[in-house]
T-cell receptor, first 112, second 113 residues
Framework: GAVVSQHPSWVICKSGTSVKIECRSL??????MFWYRQFPKQSLMLMAT?????????EQGVEKDKFLINHASLTLSTLTVTSAHPEDSSFYIC????????FGPGTRLTVL | SQQGEEDPQALSIQEGENATMNCSYK?????LQWYRQNSGRGLVHLIL?????REKHSGRLRVTLDTSKKSSSLLITASRAADTASYFC?????????????FGKGTHLIIQP
């Protein structure tokens, strides 16, 4: 069964609104989780590393004030896309590392 | 993170034929993994090969790793229509600690019945 869940699986929102995506580690306490973004017909790109109890680490070119990450507990990390715009429309996937990485099923965000 | 390269970017073969995809990467690694992604869906883990391994098999899958050339290949034998998907290699860095994965650009495989 799934070891990482993600919610919602899809969301459509208006430009300017904020969207929160939840990622849960179901079977393991994860001090570190990862957030990826995938634009249509492209590969996955690591956006940020979510660390329980400390600030997230963002990859170069990813705006930390736009993509807020909160690792609230050892089983929950959230990604909030603030003031979303159409160019933020993408497939967002979280992952839990440790050798073989376990991924959530992804969240498709469409910003109108 | 820099992405590796995969070739071919797209591959179309007849059902029953073998499909080979290649992946190159740029930095030292702990391991290399291959994933499958059906259109618009999540990732399915296929196989992990460690940096000290050269070849690994899993069912109809065969993966090779050449760390001297920083390259890997994925062979799918006796392909089936259900194998139609995008395939990505992903590397985990050799720097220690918890690192996210660096994905290749992917190969879109189409199996024609």
């Amino acid at each position: 069964g799934a070891v990482v869940s993600q919610h919602p699986s899809w969301v459509i929102c208006k430009s300017g609104t904020s969207v929160k995506i939840e990622c849960r580690s179901l079977d393991f306490q994860a001090t570190t989780m990862f957030w990826y973004r995938q634009f249509p017909k492209q590969s996955l790109m690591l956006m940020a590393t979510s660390n329980e109890g400390s600030k997230a680490t963002y990859e170069q070119g990813v705006e930390k004030d736009k993509f807020l990450i909160n690792h609230a507990s050892l089983t929950l990390s959230t990604l909030t896309v603030t003031s979303a715009h159409p160019e933020d429309s993408s497939f967002y996937i979280c992952g839990r590392g440790g050798g073989r990485e376990f991924f959530g099923p992804g969240t498709r965000l469409t910003v109108l | 993170s820099q992405q590796g390269e995969e070739d071919p970017q797209a591959l179309s073969i007849q059902e029953g034929e073998n499909a080979t995809m290649n992946c190159s990467y740029k930095t030292s690694i702990n391991n290399l993994q291959w994933y499958r992604q059906n259109s618009g869906r999540g990732l399915v883990h296929l196989i992990l090969i460690r940096s000290n391994e050269r070849e690994k098999h899993s069912g109809r899958l065969r993966v090779t790793l050449d760390t001297s050339k920083k390259s890997s290949s994925l062979l799918i034998t006796a392909s089936r229509a259900a194998d139609t998907a995008s395939y990505f290699c992903a590397t985990e860095g050799g720097g220690g600690g918890a690192d996210g994965l660096t994905f290749g650009k992917g190969t879109h495989l189409i199996i024609q019945p």
